[in-house]
């Protein structure tokens, strides 16, 4: 049972242009949702988070997007670019009631390939 | 800064064989787990730690035994290895509070043969 899904396993845009990765959810009780950047051969590294009491978060060029009712968010880096190329998982955890103890429950990934 | 550092890097291992894998944190972190990757699954918590001294099982802990005996390290032990325990493995850790985002080492590849 997949709680959280990355539909897409790969996308390709052009230097400059916007990337949108997305992400969806099934459990209602994950209250807090991170990105991860994963390049070959290392570990995942944080990018950006949002609580579920906010909609949106910006961080330079990254802004996520979390829509509660569709259990949905996204991604979204403006321009892209060619060091953006990576995986990205998406990931999500249950803060609320103090027994997620940080626990993350993690998408399938997204490979990004930005094109020069 | 080290963050966090995993011991080996890559491994080969003969099907029934032990092995140990270590993870060092030096961000006096009291959280840290264990993560499996497998392609197409994203990664998995296999168990995790919330503390010095506590241990418990996260989604996919059959086959795998950890410890924590100090608070920055944090072992995973596979007693008898089996071909599906082939994956990279990660280690993380975090600090005690909600909101953080965690740390990952840079990954163990192991394979079982």
């Known amino acids: 049972d997949q709680q959280v899904k990355q539909n897409s396993p790969s996308l390709s845009v052009q230097e400059g242009r916007i990337s949108i990765l997305n992400c969806d959810y099934t459990n209602s009780m994950f209250d807090y949702f991170l990105w991860y950047k994963k390049y070959p051969a290392e570990g995942p590294t944080f990018l950006i988070s949002?609580?579920?009491?906010?909609d949106k978060n910006e961080d330079g060029r990254f802004t996520v997007f979390l829509n509660k009712s569709a259990k949905h968010l996204s991604l979204h880096i403006v321009p892209s670019q060619p060091g953006d190329s990576a995986v990205y998982f998406c990931?999500?955890?249950?803060?609320?009631?103090?027994?997620?103890?940080?626990?993350?429950?993690f998408g399938q990934g997204t490979i990004l390939t930005v094109h020069p | 800064n080290a963050g966090v550092t995993q011991t080996p890097k890559f491994r080969v291992l003969k099907t029934g064989q032990s092995m140990t894998l270590l993870c060092a944190q030096d961000m006096n972190h009291e959280y840290m787990y264990w993560y499996r990757q497998d392609p197409g699954m994203g990664l998995r918590l296999i168990h995790y730690?919330?503390?010095?001294?506590?241990?418990a099982k996260g989604e996919v802990p059959d086959g795998y035994n950890v410890s924590r005996l100090k608070k920055q390290n944090f072992l995973l032990g596979l007693e008898s290895a089996a071909p599906s325990q082939t994956s990279v493995y990660f280690c993380?850790?975090?600090?005690?509070?909600?909101?953080?985002?965690?740390?990952f080492g840079q990954g163990t590849r192991l394979t079982v043969v």
């Open positions: 990931a999500a955890s249950a803060q609320a009631g103090g027994t997620s103890y940080g626990k993350l429950t």
């Open positions: 949002i609580s579920s009491i906010k």
């Open positions: 993380a850790s975090t600090e005690h509070k909600t909101n953080t985002e965690a740390f």
């Open positions: 730690s919330v503390g010095e001294g506590t241990t």
